[in-house]
């Protein structure tokens, strides 16, 4: 397992969580890292995406202000914070990884290997 997601859990409307991506690769530091989400009956979709730098971040207009992503290239992680929780981000979050960089972090298919998926539900 390259990725491992963990954070997810039940929080109110207007609430916290912050999932983690822990990579067992030795070279995470040279990886860019997506988040993508799927919820029931739904494709997945794009949330946010930080290069291998750690300097270029990217969101879905949906998380815009409200989410944030971050890396500790020591820890092998890469975080997502997400403020002010809405019913609607309710699904499973999924991290993602490739060697470098890509020309657009929102495509799914941009990304090599995938964590398996940590469940966020927000209850209205």
């Known amino acids: 397992v390259q990725l491992q997601a963990s954070g997810g859990g039940l929080v109110q409307a207007g609430g916290s969580l912050r999932l983690s991506c822990a990579a067992s690769r030795p070279d995470f530091y040279r990886h860019a890292v997506g988040w993508f989400r799927q919820a029931p009956g739904k494709e997945r979709e794009f949330v946010a995406a930080?290069?291998?730098?750690?300097?270029?971040?990217y969101f879905a207009d949906s998380v815009k202000g409200r989410f944030s992503i971050s890396r500790d290239n020591a820890k092998n992680s890469v975080y997502l914070q997400m403020n002010s929780l809405k019913p609607e981000d309710t699904a499973i979050y999924y991290c993602?990884?490739?060697?470098?960089?890509?020309?657009?972090?929102?495509?799914?298919?941009?990304?090599?290997?995938w964590g398996q998926g940590t469940q966020v539900t927000v209850s209205s």
């Open positions: 993602a990884g490739r060697f470098f960089n890509t020309p657009n972090y929102y495509y799914e298919t941009s990304y090599d290997y």
């Open positions: 930080i290069n291998w730098l750690g300097d270029m971040t």
